[in-house]
């Protein structure tokens, strides 16, 4: 016989939460979620990669359960080897998921069908048809189509796990009318659903003749945002906050390649994140002072890049005469020699903001991530990412309980994925796991 396995940390808190050990019930989950929190944070914490796999199609992750071959194939992420959930037949190139969300019950609602108690994907095929998928078995519940005129291809939660929010690819135009100089007024398609069952509330034609020369649009918490290339954000409300929210315009101070970016915190709090290459702006909605019917957008925190404070590079040039002349220019606010963030996201259960950091070093990029505290912004805990990050091919991370989870594309279409797992130290994880015990 090998060597007893010792207790993973994690899973006996889930147990524990669950009501496997005496007197526990489900009343003690805030607090081990507390425990998980001081073990993630803790200095000698290390997240080690214990399995990669490669894929010719795009790989996502949603909640433990990581998909490929476009969602046809489920694999759980939980064990510390892959083990298959289910698969499902195969389909037509028009037929394939582009994009999907998870769906989990509601806490006391009665429900029309014992199948809506269970967790569900919510997918999006290529030929626009909305489907509700089983996640355990991958069986259709539910399906609608949507329309003709557009391209869907993006999903997103508008209020989560009720509405959620449907986009369009974006309108460029024929080839003919681009080299006529003829701009197509409207942009994008955003069809917003109620789930369970899918009922359509409507949908909202992002024109450019009502917006403005825009870039792109999205919907969260019932706020309508639009972006433009100058880094401007407008925020737009269908009860009427565009004549009542103060700050309503927000504007990234930043000069970039890429835009920011602008979204509701995903912890119901009603902050905004409003992302750019080098700092990351959590900013709180407050009541305007003996006025309760006006809004105004302030500052919470701010989470800096670490960078140089001076960008400024001098460059010496000899004219012919001998004459030195220096030259000064600055750099990109998203240069790739300098810090950049490229990710950020919310680990809802242990309350902290992950913070995906690049730097691109000679020929590879090497990344980090960032653990900060929600409240404050304060950093709490930097892993490194083995691997080389490309700055030319997107990437996806996802930080969920004692799993990182890396997702990217490389050349040729090849998608690979690193999956890490906390490991605590032997001596620090041995006295962990008799304390938890003995309560």
């Not at 825009?214 to 918490?221: E, G, M, N, P, R």
């Amino acid at each position: 016989m090998g060597p007893a396995q010792k207790p993973n940390v994690c899973r006996q808190l889930s147990r524990r939460a669950l009501g496997f050990f005496s007197r526990d019930a489900g009343v003690v989950q805030r607090t081990n979620l507390g425990i998980l929190r001081a073990l993630v944070c803790q200095e000698s914490t290390k997240f080690k990669n214990v399995w990669t796999t490669h894929s010719k199609s795009p790989i996502a992750y949603e909640r433990g359960r990581i998909y490929f071959d476009n969602y046809r194939c489920c694999v759980s992420s939980v064990a510390s080897e892959p083990r298959k959930l289910y698969e499902m037949p195969k389909c037509s190139k028009s037929e394939k998921i582009e994009d999907a969300l998870l769906w989990e019950c509601p806490v006391g609602e009665m429900l029309p069908n014992p199948s809506d108690y269970k967790s569900s994907l919510i997918a999006l095929t290529a030929h626009n048809w909305l489907f509700r998928i089983s996640a355990t078995t991958g069986k259709v519940l539910e399906k609608i189509y949507l329309a003709s005129y557009c391209k869907f291809r993006y999903l997103s939660w508008d209020t989560p796990q009720e509405v959620i929010a449907v986009k369009s690819a974006q309108n460029k135009g024929s080839v003919l009318a681009r080299q006529a100089g003829i701009q197509q007024p409207v942009l994008l398609y955003l069809a917003v659903f109620h789930v369970l069952p899918f009922s359509l509330i409507g949908i909202l034609e992002i024109n450019k003749k009502i917006f403005g020369n825009v870039t792109d649009a999205t919907l969260s918490h019932g706020i309508l945002i639009v972006m433009y290339s100058s880094g401007l954000v407008r925020l737009y409300s269908f009860q009427a906050i565009t004549e009542q929210a103060k700050n309503g315009i927000q504007e990234m101070e930043c000069c970039s390649l890429e835009s920011d970016w602008i979204y509701f915190h995903p912890d119901a709090s009603g902050r905004i994140i409003h992302v750019g290459p080098n700092q990351v702006k959590v900013l709180k909605l407050n009541e305007v002072e003996n006025n309760s019917a006006q809004h105004q957008i302030s500052e919470d925190f701010v989470i800096l890049a670490n960078r140089e404070k001076n960008k400024n590079e001098n460059l010496p040039t000899v004219t012919a005469s001998g004459r030195v002349v220096k030259r000064t220019f600055n750099l990109l606010d998203d240069d790739p020699e300098q810090e950049t963030f490229k990710i950020v996201d919310y680990e809802d259960e242990l309350d902290l903001l992950s913070v995906v950091a690049v730097t691109q070093i000679d020929a590879e990029g090497k990344a980090h991530l960032d653990f900060h505290c929600n409240e404050y912004g304060t950093l709490l805990k930097s892993i490194p990412l083995v691997e080389s990050w490309d700055v030319t091919y997107s990437h996806e991370v996802y930080f969920d309980r004692d799993l990182v989870l890396h997702i990217e594309q490389k050349p040729s279409r090849v998608f690979s994925c690193y999956v890490y797992q906390m490991v605590c130290d032997p001596g620090e994880e041995e006295t962990t796991n008799r304390s938890c015990e003995k309560e």
